[in-house]
């Protein structure tokens, strides 16, 4: 296998935990009154009977699976119906449901039902069962418009009297507003652009609607986690950027090579600068950006357990260090943070390791989703507006790899600017894209409106969607003012659908 | 084979024609000003590579084939560019392009380029070839969705300049309008509505956007073509509504059979009370439904040749009739006129025949989409309401003669209106449903706004979407003036998109 190749699988495999969150009920949510010492909030699992692929009319096409879905009524008020409807995205939906504070929030503030349901082969929504991901061939119809599919065919159900998933007297006329984040937040945007005869309103948050490859931003994605740890810990930035080369330089030497591996705490020592570049590399690489994505002001157990501001508590690593080997050495110690902070990690890394709680069906669900459809440009550096190694994104490469990860399939990386989100995005209306400025997902989101009810909300002190997290006393007032602010969308986009 | 699924059998059989248009070229257009003696528009054909699955990514799904579209970039004007493009239904597209002379028209008075894009599956764009109607198998992708994203594919294309199809200079910002009558009527606001990114306005013109099971109105189609007689010729409708009776009695003996064989002029005597039912009525059911639909002020050979104002035309057969056996004759003369205006038809029918130039292929593929997802409920009769046979809609028979024409299909006649179109349309915009009011499909269409900027045009004095015929001496002032009304909305999408 060439390095080139090598690389992009391992590209691939770091991917996924990008865009994924695996929250862990971590935080305590005011979310249920009655729950007293319970944490989370309170809900019933359903199941629905839902259509294997809705864009082909056989036999074989309209065989069903169980989709799960949460679902309470608790505060539905149906004087004044509104659902509060999640687009689950790449994880299981229960660890949504735990941690988006703020849907439950609103839903009681606003007497809301409120709905989270799970996306197609995630979770325990698996169309073929234990089989799910024995072949590729079982992963055809797993697309993000087969998802939406599947939601508005729920919606459907829930507002439909003779189902069985009727929601109640007055769901039939309710105003659907659907939340989500990161590739939820797409699907938010997505459903409501696509099903504006479905969906009144919808927030999509740290939704990078063109961070593809079509229209991708100059400067990208890791430009922007360059941009927080900038604004945080202006020390570390010289310093990052030289370690590539004094890291290159080592691995040219067995000695080097031994150094490296002892710095990192690898078990298993490097073998070769190929090793270190698609191995230690992607996992350096992917510790930065997920300090970034996590950089929240309180302790938070989302990619694996992190403390309050991570990227000012790794900062203090970089104090008075300048280029090679103590350069290299602070990096380490920043990584070590990210990868063990809580110490449980043991004494030494494998390269392998992912960050989390990441089962293997997920990963091996999201790539495929990143390298046929969502082919979301995160990477591709110049080591320029950026601290990474320049490593411009090449899509042949990426594409050849995918190939490689799933025989038979095709890497389509135009297709989702034509078919969803247009640069700038016309026609749509009743969005609000909230944009955490510490995030590098908004390198790729609108951060000017795009119509008089396409909202961006730019928020200052917020990382990845954290504008959906529950109340905290923590919380920036950046934060709470914008929460405010979706609240005030909402109401008026239910208003205007009940009028 | 039990009588119902006989019955349905050949409604699918009849429903093909319903929304099917052959043009023939049948009319002098003053289109193309250097043309001469030449009939019709002038334009080029072209041949774009589309992807044969949009909605999977596997190396089958990514398949390509030949999609013809026709191309005219003589009129357009760089500096404030547009593209009218019309989004071809179930027929071959130089049939469209020869007989819609309002979108050459307004292209010649507005600048804008000209597109007819070929539905798949229909005149030349078969994904197969030779093969493509040999299996019901390969009919898989023949589906509004494939189709509209085809569209969307070949528009990106020739916005492009890297393309081979681009259309040059100031093409890339083009704003787009849609074009479309009947089922393309319904491809062109479905455009719109789910790519406004992509489309800047659409005029969607005899498109039944709610006639469908979920969304159908009382009365339906077959109550509006009663009205269409009973405003031209309200001496027809008492006799007319009494035949079936009468019929039924004959039917009910061999004397009777033959007497009605000799009366509709039927080549095969009939043999049995079902095969009036499921043959000849079906046939004259047509026969009904096509004069109302081509009820047009000058003689045209859409639906077959038929003189102007068939229903006048006929309305003399009726002068006097009561009941009994007067009324089936003078049935039968109207029949008769429709199937053999020319008196090329020969001397007597045979009960399979179909009026204009329907190949078997447009047939099997137009009952494909018929049968699974564009489930028009055309039929459906309650005899009081309408002048038919009662015979209300059955779904379940209907999908169960459906499976035995297309063995492994699945009919899913709630899908439309899930997808698509709600009731009321929420959400839209940009969109205008030009509604004859004589043509039976307005019983399907929005009559009244459905937003600002969602309107309903409803015209006196039209048939099936006559708007978009060429400009002609005999056309009635309603036209006229709703004509110029469109072209005011394209004027300020164009001008909304150029902003």
Redesign the interface.
């Known amino acids: 296998m060439k390095k080139s190749t090598m690389l992009y699988i391992n590209v691939v495999a770091v991917m996924v935990v990008l865009a994924m969150v695996t929250p862990a009920f971590g935080l305590e949510m005011p979310l249920d009154d009655s729950a007293g010492s319970k944490r989370g909030p309170v809900y019933d699992t359903m199941w629905f009977d839902q259509i294997l692929d809705?864009?082909?009319?056989?036999?074989?096409?309209?065989m069903t699976f169980k989709q799960r879905y949460l679902v309470s009524t608790k505060h539905f008020n149906a004087s004044r119906p509104a659902i509060f409807f999640y687009t689950g995205n790449e994880g299981p939906i229960t660890g949504f449901a735990g941690n988006l504070g703020q849907i439950w929030e609103n839903a009681a503030d606003l007497g809301a039902a409120v709905i989270f349901a799970e996306h197609r082969y995630y979770g325990e929504t698996l169309p073929f069962g234990e089989a799910t991901f024995n072949t590729t061939e079982n992963l055809?119809?797993l697309?993000s418009?087969?998802a939406l599919?599947d939601y508005?065919?729920l919606i459907?159900a829930l507002k439909d009297p003779a189902s069985s998933h009727y929601l109640g007297q007055g769901a039939e006329n309710a105003a659907v507003i659907t939340f989500g984040g990161s590739y939820g937040g797409l699907l938010s945007a997505y459903i409501?652009?696509?099903?504006?005869?479905?969906v009144a309103g919808a927030v999509a948050s740290s939704a990078p609607i063109w961070l593809f490859p079509e229209t991708q931003p100059a400067g990208g994605f890791l430009g922007w986690v360059t941009k927080t740890f900038t604004a945080q810990c202006p020390q570390s930035i010289k310093p990052i950027r030289s370690t590539w080369e004094t890291m290159l330089q080592m691995a040219a030497t067995p000695t080097g090579l031994k150094q490296l591996s002892s710095t990192f705490s690898l078990c298993q020592p490097l073998s070769s600068l190929a090793q270190m570049e698609a191995g230690l590399w992607m996992r350096i690489e992917a510790a930065l950006i997920y300090l970034a994505m996590a950089d929240y002001p309180y302790p938070v157990d989302y990619f694996g357990p992190l403390p309050g501001n991570p990227v000012e508590t790794v900062c203090p690593f970089f104090d008075g260090v300048g280029t090679g080997d103590d350069a290299v050495e602070a990096l380490a110690s920043a990584v070590a943070l990210f990868y063990n902070y809580t110490g449980e990690g043991g004494e030494c890394f494998a390269l392998s390791a992912t960050p989390g709680d990441f089962s293997l069906n997920q990963m091996r669900a999201w790539n495929y989703q990143f390298c046929?459809?969502m082919t979301l440009a995160e990477l591709g550096s110049n080591g320029v507006t950026d601290f990474f190694y320049p490593a411009p994104l090449d899509l042949k490469a990426f594409a050849a790899a995918c190939a490689q990860l799933y025989p038979?399939?095709?890497?389509?990386p135009d297709?989702v600017s034509?078919?969803y989100?247009?640069k700038p995005?016309?026609?749509?209306?009743?969005i609000v894209f909230a944009n955490g400025l510490l995030d590098p997902c908004t390198s790729g989101s609108p951060m000017v409106d795009q119509g008089p009810s396409v909202v961006a909300l730019n928020i200052a002190d917020a990382a990845h969607h954290f504008d959906l997290f529950g109340s905290n006393p923590a919380d920036p007032q950046s934060v709470i003012d914008a929460r405010i602010e979706e609240r005030e969308y909402i109401v008026q986009w239910i208003a205007e659908?009940l009028a």
């Open positions: 809705h864009f082909e009319f056989t036999v074989e096409a309209s055809r119809w697309t418009e087969q599919s508005v065919l459907a409501r652009i696509k099903y504006p005869g479905v046929t459809e038979g399939i095709v890497t389509r297709w034509a078919t989100t247009s995005l016309r026609g749509a209306s009743n659908w």
